[in-house]
């Protein structure tokens, strides 16, 4: 896994490798339709998923991640579990000299985060961030649109979104993300999921400003009409100046709207582009781009070229996953040229410490400045 001028395949083990849940539909087709890349176990929190899994996918499944650790095929450790559990897993990943892909968030507060990126610099591991939203076509698309000038001088920024679940209701299996504890709340997770997308395309933060309200304070159990309180706060509202020196609004609500979920605005001195969805998760979301320049009056579609999506085999595109697929390409290039472009525990690191200035900003009402 260190790069070089020849690779084989890629063995991968996926920790949270069940029949059901994100990894079953975001990773295992992927691995299964990508040339680079092979999946070689699973382990789950039970023996009877992990004997389930077995039977699915025909690797070697475990109830126990340290053991999926030790398979001698397992070159890259894909860790797809509750934000709880990753110090624990990743720790022990990296600890064994595994390499690791770690579902955003990376960690459970900037501490852990800080710890685990430590652990992998010293240890020497290649780490990855599934921070997958900038490979999207339509976000490529736009950033060297904008590159190219279409819109000339970059002036301003609007993104507003929906985080799909925290909404009113919730099944029991989603209960744990309304409590702040367990560190996947709409700002860690859906509205950091669109921002990397975001700083991708027109640069990092400067400085930010925030509010975090808990508009829901309760929300009901679907299968047995409970209720539980929430504590995070799924109102996330931020502003700030990009580095370039655009204004930037980013707002992203709890549950789902029956107006927009998804429409991030890119205003220039030039025109604008408009990227839009029915889906507010817009890492997994399927995007419409349009815009407008010049004389024109209003955006029109702009077709994202063949060449942006024709990157994965065509039975992932349009899926959940062809946006992962894009990011194991990425690091199965960046493994065989030697290069370092797909982000990885220290880009994550970086993204949890906005997260950090803007709950810091949110809770003194002091605009917080972003250290570089």
């Given at each position: 896994?260190?790069?070089?001028?020849?690779?084989?395949?890629?063995?991968?083990?996926?920790?949270?490798?069940?029949?059901?849940?994100?990894?079953?539909?975001?990773?295992?087709?992927?691995?299964?339709?990508?040339?680079?890349?092979?999946?070689?176990?699973?382990?789950?929190?039970?023996?009877?998923?992990?004997?389930?899994?077995?039977?699915e996918y025909r690797v070697a499944?475990?109830?126990?991640?340290?053991?999926?650790?030790?398979?001698?095929?397992?070159?890259?450790?894909?860790?797809?579990?509750?934000?709880?559990?990753?110090?624990?897993?990743?720790?022990?990943?990296?600890?064994?000299?595994?390499?690791?892909?770690?579902?955003?968030?990376?960690?459970?507060?900037?501490?852990?985060?800080?710890?685990?990126?430590?652990?992998?610099?010293?240890?020497?591991?290649?780490?990855?961030?599934?921070?997958?939203?900038?490979?999207?076509?339509?976000?490529?698309?736009?950033?060297?649109?904008?590159?190219?000038?279409?819109?000339?001088?970059?002036?301003?920024?609007?993104?507003?979104?929906?985080?799909?679940?925290?909404?009113?209701?919730?099944?029991?299996?989603?209960?744990?993300?309304?409590?702040?504890?367990?560190?996947?709340?709409?700002?860690?997770?859906?509205?950091?999921?669109?921002?990397?997308?975001?700083?991708?395309?027109?640069g990092e933060f400067d400085t930010?400003?925030?509010?975090?309200?808990?508009?829901?304070?309760?929300?009901?159990?679907?299968?047995?009409?409970?209720?539980?309180?929430?504590?995070?706060?799924?109102?996330?509202?931020?502003?700030?100046?990009?580095?370039?020196?655009?204004?930037?609004?980013?707002?992203?609500?709890?549950?789902?709207?029956?107006?927009?979920?998804?429409?991030?605005?890119?205003?220039?001195?030039?025109?604008?582009?408009?990227?839009?969805?029915?889906?507010?998760?817009?890492?997994?979301?399927?995007?419409?781009?349009?815009?407008?320049?010049?004389?024109?009056?209003?955006?029109?579609?702009?077709?994202?070229?063949?060449?942006?999506?024709?990157?994965?085999?065509?039975?992932?595109?349009?899926?959940?996953?062809?946006?992962?697929?894009?990011?194991?390409?990425?690091?199965?290039?960046?493994?065989?040229?030697?290069?370092?472009?797909?982000?990885?525990?220290?880009?994550?690191?970086?993204?949890?410490?906005?997260?950090?200035?803007?709950?810091?900003?949110?809770?003194?009402?002091?605009?917080?400045?972003?250290?570089?």
């Open positions: 896994m260190s790069g070089g001028t020849t690779m084989e395949r890629i063995g991968v083990g996926i920790v949270g490798g069940s029949t059901t849940g994100w990894a079953s539909l975001g990773h295992i087709p992927v691995l299964a339709a990508l040339p680079d890349v092979e999946l070689r176990a699973v382990s789950t929190s039970r023996s009877s998923s992990a004997q389930a899994a077995a039977a499944a475990y109830d126990n991640h340290r053991d999926l650790i030790a398979h001698p095929g397992v070159d890259l450790v894909v860790v797809s579990v509750k934000v709880t559990e990753h110090l624990e897993i990743i720790s022990d990943a990296v600890t064994a000299g595994k390499a690791v892909y770690s579902e955003w968030p990376l960690a459970n507060g900037l501490a852990e985060a800080e710890k685990l990126t430590e652990l992998a610099r010293t240890a020497g591991v290649r780490t990855v961030a599934g921070l997958q939203g900038r490979y999207a076509p339509e976000v490529r698309h736009a950033r060297d649109l904008i590159r190219d000038g279409y819109i000339g001088e970059v002036l301003g920024t609007t993104m507003v979104g929906s985080g799909m679940v925290w909404g009113p209701q919730a099944t029991a299996s989603q209960a744990y993300w309304y409590d702040k504890a367990n560190g996947a709340t709409p700002l860690t997770s859906p509205t950091m999921h669109a921002l990397d997308p975001l700083h991708f395309v027109l930010v400003a925030a509010q975090l309200t808990i508009g829901r304070k309760q929300a009901t159990i679907a299968e047995s009409g409970s209720t539980i309180d929430v504590s995070v706060a799924d109102q996330v509202a931020v502003i700030g100046t990009l580095r370039g020196g655009a204004a930037a609004s980013v707002f992203y609500r709890g549950g789902a709207s029956r107006g927009d979920n998804f429409r991030w605005e890119i205003n220039g001195s030039e025109g604008d582009l408009v990227m839009t969805s029915a889906w507010g998760n817009m890492q997994v979301a399927e995007l419409t781009l349009a815009g407008g320049r010049g004389a024109d009056g209003a955006v029109r579609p702009i077709e994202t070229p063949a060449s942006y999506v024709n990157d994965v085999p065509a039975e992932l595109r349009g899926t959940v996953g062809a946006n992962v697929a894009r990011l194991y390409t990425h690091l199965a290039r960046d493994l065989s040229d030697g290069t370092r472009t797909v982000p990885d525990f220290e880009h994550a690191l970086k993204r949890h410490r906005l997260i950090d200035s803007i709950e810091r900003a949110a809770d003194t009402g002091v605009r917080q400045a972003i250290q570089h």
